[in-house]
């Protein structure tokens, strides 16, 4: 059913495909109904642009890919790719081109294109394609998603607590803490066990990673 050195979990593909939508952008009506068809039978949500334009005016916001016919009227597959990058709408594109040059795969990979296929597709190529392309994009919700969380978790803790993690990542030992503080080894140990129970960890070592993540996070954006 799905090329691939290692056999695919159904129970991975159902979760994937229950919440993936799969969006054929194609000029050739016939072309575009055919991966519908194909993809529908194997299990895929999907739904069909016959322009770039049209693609464009649509909501995209649920998880999933893009298979994109690299020529069309109007914005071409490539263009639209370049658009998306600029809209900072990411998503991972499958392109498929009747008209394939050394060229025009090497420009859509660098612009970070999942996969480039000449026409007529490989059924079986293409659905694993799509597969990988969704699953890349759920993971990558779902990392945003935690890091979102860890970050609401971290603005939660109070100043002192703040000031307590600090020197938790700092590596010092609670008699320490409590003599830079000016408070009991009791009270920093009550601090440390808010922020466990805030951030959703238990140790020190845990703690110091959780704010390293979240501080890069804050530097990156």
């Not at 025009?104 to 296929?117: E, N, S, T």
């Not at 890349?136 to 307590?164: M, N, P, Y």
Request: a neutral charge.
């Amino acid at each position: 059913m799905y090329p691939s050195s290692e056999p695919i979990d159904l129970s991975v593909l159902r979760l994937v495909q229950g919440k993936s939508l799969v969006r054929i952008v194609d000029d050739d009506e016939t072309v575009a109904k055919s991966y519908e068809f194909m993809l529908r039978c194997s299990g895929w949500n999907c739904r069909i642009f016959n322009s770039a334009e049209d693609y464009l005016a649509s909501e995209n916001v649920q998880i999933g890919c893009l298979i994109l016919d690299v020529r069309m009227p109007g914005l071409s597959g490539l263009q639209l790719q370049q658009k998306l990058e600029i809209l900072e709408r990411e998503i991972p594109i499958i392109f498929v081109t009747g008209h394939g040059d050394v060229d025009m795969p090497v420009l859509a990979l660098k612009h970070r294109a999942q996969d480039f296929m000449l026409k007529p597709v490989d059924s079986r190529r293409l659905k694993g394609a799509v597969f990988q392309a969704c699953q890349s994009d759920l993971l990558s919700f779902l990392k945003t998603q935690k890091e979102e969380a860890e970050r609401e978790a971290t603005s939660s803790l109070s100043q002192r607590e703040r000031e307590v993690v600090q020197l938790l990542a700092q590596g010092l030992l609670y008699k320490q803490i409590a003599e830079k503080l000016g408070c009991s080894e009791r009270t920093v140990k009550f601090h440390k066990a808010r922020i466990a129970e805030k951030l959703g960890v238990k140790t020190p070592a845990e703690i110091a990673f959780r704010l390293s993540i979240t501080t890069k996070n804050k530097l990156d954006v």
